[in-house]
């Protein structure tokens, strides 16, 4: 059971520089531990760059380049509780001259933060859904 593929779920997920991921999670069962590339493809949560036990913990994504979790607690890793995740840089696409500058940002701007609700909503999902 559990069938619950991370790698799948992050695969075709964009974050750019300035995103912020969600992590909800019951910490009885589980938490959050930032690793490097070996670690994560090891699921070795000894050494951790960053660790998160708070249930419900924001990490802002600051740098370019992809970032690896995996959850702490003994064979979750193994068992897929693991995400990577590919940080964009922003991408400012020139604005063409006939949009109106205001409208189109404020509509860019609203359909990114659903789409950005979206995706923490599933994230949310996946981890309450991963309880054994
Ligand atoms: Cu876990």
């Known amino acids: 059971m559990g069938g619950v593929d991370y790698q799948d779920w992050s695969a075709d997920k964009n974050f750019h520089v300035g995103d912020v991921l969600v992590f909800n999670y019951n910490i009885q069962f589980h938490n959050v531990k930032q690793v490097t590339s070996q670690d994560f493809e090891a699921c070795n949560a000894t050494s951790p760059v960053a660790t ?45 001259a006939h949009w109106p500058s205001s409208s189109r940002s404020g509509a860019s701007s609203d359909l990114y933060s659903n789409k950005l609700r979206w995706t923490l909503s599933v994230l949310a999902f996946c981890l309450s859904g991963f309880a054994y």
Not at 60 to 80: D, K, S, T
């Open 52 to 96: 998160y036990t708070n249930g419900s913990d924001a990490i802002n994504l600051e740098r370019i380049g992809h970032v690896y979790f995996i959850c702490g607690f003994p064979g979750h890793c193994q068992a897929g509780q693991r995400i990577e995740i590919l940080v964009s840089p922003v991408t400012s696409s020139p604005s063409p």
